[in-house]
Nanobody, 123 residues
Framework: QVQLVESGGGLVQAGGSLRLSCAAS????????MGWFRQAPGKEREFVAGINWSGSSTTYYADSVKGRFTISRDDAKNTVYLQMNSLKPDDTAIYYCAASTSPTTRSAGYLYWGQGTQVTVSS
């Protein structure tokens, strides 16, 4: 089992920045591929960004956030981050981090999920 707890969400004006954190506990964090997803009201959960396990740390992004968001991990702190810059109202959603045993953008491929943190971007 891996327990994930997100933090760092909040209210920000368009063009602003936020950094989300996801703290992991349980099984060795470095063995897992990590992802960020989001879900806006009335919409399906969508992939945002992913980072492979610590032996690779390859990153990948949804087209909608490429160039604005950066995912990173600190295995010494068992934490994965999502730096979000140039935020837009369309980025408003609940953001979830998740852990997987294989690199994927599909939510069904992730075994463990956090409770989510709300991000609201005002225009």
């Amino acid at each position: 089992q891996v327990q994930l707890v997100e933090s760092g969400g909040g209210l920000v004006q368009a063009g602003g920045s936020l950094r989300l954190s996801c703290a992991a506990s349980g099984r060795p964090f470095s063995n897992y591929h990590m992802g960020w997803f989001r879900q806006a009201p009335g919409k399906e959960r969508e992939f945002v960004a992913g980072i492979n396990w610590s032996g690779s740390s390859t990153t990948y992004y949804a087209d909608s956030v490429k160039g604005r968001f950066t995912i990173s991990r600190d295995d010494a702190k068992n934490t994965v981050y999502l730096q979000m810059n140039s935020l837009k109202p369309d980025d408003t959603a609940i953001y979830y981090c998740a852990a997987s045993t294989s690199p994927t953008t599909r939510s069904a491929g992730y075994l463990y999920w956090g409770q989510g943190t709300q991000v609201t971007v005002s225009s």
